[in-house]
């Protein structure tokens, strides 16, 4: 998913869960920032303290690199994260081990995920690694069928949509050869086709099986069951009985999803910006925002940088006591938190050991 949904539409989701603006804005940011945090290492201080901090992405340029491409570590936690066939824990479903990371909407690994953040909603950082359980979760939708390893069941063909010039467009892109050698990778060989909200298309996968996909109805789901988490996550309680979206909001999501058919994932947000303002939806108008690097952003606010890549040999940040509770370190502490329990807890109960 783009933009449009893991910062616009989270924010509303969140709304419509029960959460006021405030921290749905941060629930909002820390789910779009797990596509911008690409940054990694050790931050030092001018005091002598330090940072180490993780990447949940990659630039598209790292995509040169085969290391950045191999980085399990990054895709299948924070990206495509495995459905193990869809069996729950103690389960290990028929086939080679590459089908159990194959990508599954709302599977049983997604439900420890979440029960994993309920877990740690009283932490300093709860929010924001609600958030990111979000972005993941989001992505079990757009990203299922495909895997985050290089694998040829990841490699597509026979690629049809309603729209025949983005079809051609599509093909050209893929002439590229270095687009082409990142076909292995996750969904690279139909570049944004999962995730663009008002695409019904079809593909024929590296298994030669014919996928069928109708992304607005995917979407709408997704937005359904991430109302329903955030319910959850509010009652501190996963097997609560609740509710999602309420309907009148939920048929307004739709209409967005589908009409808005910009190929920019930008203006798409800027589109639901404009919905969000002027009072859409139930919870009334808002003003939200959305700064990634530079001034005002998360990062800038916390170490004062303007950059958007960092220089590891650079000069060191002026520390400031405000550092260990600044959002952008309650960010990257939840980074952290999530990938060792989905690596080191929750994969490994469905058999998985992927690092």
């Known amino acids: 998913m783009q933009i449009d949904f893991h910062h616009a539409a989270t924010y509303v989701i969140a709304r419509l869960a029960g959460f006021l603006h405030t921290k749905a804005s ?6 779009q920032y797990v596509d911008d945090a690409t940054n990694t290492g050790v931050i030092r201080f001018d005091n002598g303290a ?40 103690g389960k290990v479903p028929r086939g080679r081990f590459y089908k159990r990371l194959l990508c599954q909407s709302d599977s049983h690994v997604a439900g420890e995920m979440l029960k994993a953040c309920i877990a740690d909603k009283d932490k300093p950082y709860g929010l924001h690694r609600l958030g990111i359980s979000m972005h993941v979760y989001a992505d079990t939708w757009a990203h299922q069928g495909f895997a985050g390893i290089n694998h040829r069941i990841n490699k597509a063909g026979k690629i049809q949509s309603q729209n025949k010039k983005d079809d051609a467009k599509l093909l050209d892109k893929l002439a590229n050869y270095f687009l082409s050698r990142a076909f292995p990778l996750g969904h690279g060989a139909v570049l944004t086709y999962p995730d663009r909200p008002y695409l019904n298309w079809s593909y024929q996968n590296g298994m030669r099986q014919t996928i069928l996909r109708n992304n607005p109805a995917d979407f709408v789901d997704a937005a359904d069951k991430m109302c329903m988490a955030m319910r959850w996550w509010l009652c501190g309680d996963p097997t609560a009985p609740v509710s999602g979206l309420p309907p009148a909001d939920k048929k307004k999501i739709g209409l967005l999803l589908r009409n808005l058919k910009n190929e920019d994932g930008d203006e798409r947000h800027r589109a639901w910006m404009e919905k969000i303002a002027t009072g859409y939806f139930s919870f009334g108008p808002a003003k939200l925002a959305y700064i990634p690097k530079g001034k005002k952003s998360w990062k800038h606010k916390a170490i004062g940088t303007l950059e958007w890549v960092d220089d590891p040999q650079g000069e060191p940040f002026v520390y400031k006591e405000s550092f260990l509770t600044s959002d952008w370190k309650m960010f990257h502490d939840a980074l952290q938190a999530h990938r060792f329990d989905v690596i080191h807890d929750i994969l490994p109960q469905f058999g998985i050991c992927v690092s």
């Open 26 to 31: 941060k629930i909002a940011y820390a789910a």
């Open 50 to 89: 330090m940072y180490s901090r993780i990447s949940s992405a990659h630039n598209m340029l790292d995509y040169r690199n085969s290391n950045a491409l191999k980085n399990r570590r990054v895709w299948l936690p924070f990206h495509f994260l495995p459905g193990n066939g869809g069996l729950p824990p």
